[in-house]
């Protein structure tokens, strides 16, 4: 089944605790981003990645850092978490930047205490 | 002015209504628009695709873009309880690197 597959699902962590949240693809896309979902703001990039070794930032990326060393793996790494950043946060990967719809993953809630 | 503008709803109607959910930009370089629908708990689902102006029916859904006046829309025939979520719009340009931007979605309700 093509997918987007995020893990983990649920996190709570403390502030300053590294973590990393997982995301892969088994469609062979060339782009993946990850977004962040909060209520009343709507969904707001923070990172994309065009292809493998090639990644950008989004709207809000401060606090967060990305890697594309594998062209279905794209992980979000949250050096040192804080509660501004509990948040849903969704992966999605299309098969180019533009001209196609974005598959999303089942999200990923994080509470930073 | 913000790129995308959505009315947030809720949006309540009875089964077997006639929705229509709407989006605003601003962004003229926009070609590529889409309709999103989201439930409680998951991730986005593409529902709708269209490119440049024009209609797009699929089913019960029909999408509709109007790039002279910045102004496209979601038609839902004979909505059912199960139609019931939170829609969103994105749209982007031709740009490589540009981000689908999204309106913050509407949130459906269809009563049985």
């Known amino acids: 089944e093509a997918q987007v597959t995020q893990n983990p699902r649920y996190l709570i962590t403390v502030t300053g605790k590294k973590l990393t949240v997982t995301c892969s693809q088994n469609?062979?896309?060339?782009?993946m981003s990850w977004y962040r979902q909060d209520p009343g703001l709507g969904l707001r990039q923070i990172y994309y990645s065009m292809n493998v070794e090639v990644t950008d930032k989004g709207d809000v990326p401060e606090g967060y850092k990305v890697s594309r060393k594998e062209k279905r793996n794209f992980p979000l790494i949250l050096e040192s978490p804080s509660p501004n950043q509990t948040s849903l946060y969704f992966c999605?990967?299309?098969?180019?930047?533009?001209?196609?719809?974005?598959?999303f993953g089942s999200g990923t809630r994080l509470t930073v205490v | 002015q913000k790129e995308v503008e959505q009315d947030p709803g809720p949006l309540s109607v009875p089964e077997g209504a006639i929705v229509s959910l709407n989006c605003t930009y601003s962004n003229s370089a926009f070609q590529y628009f889409m309709w999103y629908r989201q439930y409680s708990r998951k991730g986005p689902e593409l529902l709708m695709y269209?490119?440049?102006?024009g209609n797009k029916e699929d089913g019960r859904f029909t999408a509709q873009v109007d790039k002279s006046s910045k102004y496209i829309s979601l038609f839902i025939r004979d909505s059912q309880p199960s139609d019931s979520a939170t829609y969103l719009c994105a749209m982007n340009g031709n740009q490589a690197g540009t981000a689908l931007i999204f309106g913050k979605g509407t949130t459906l309700s269809v009563s049985s």
């Open positions: 269209t490119y440049s102006s």
């Open positions: 999605a990967s299309s098969l180019r930047a533009t001209g196609y719809g974005y598959t």
């Open positions: 469609m062979n896309h060339e782009y």
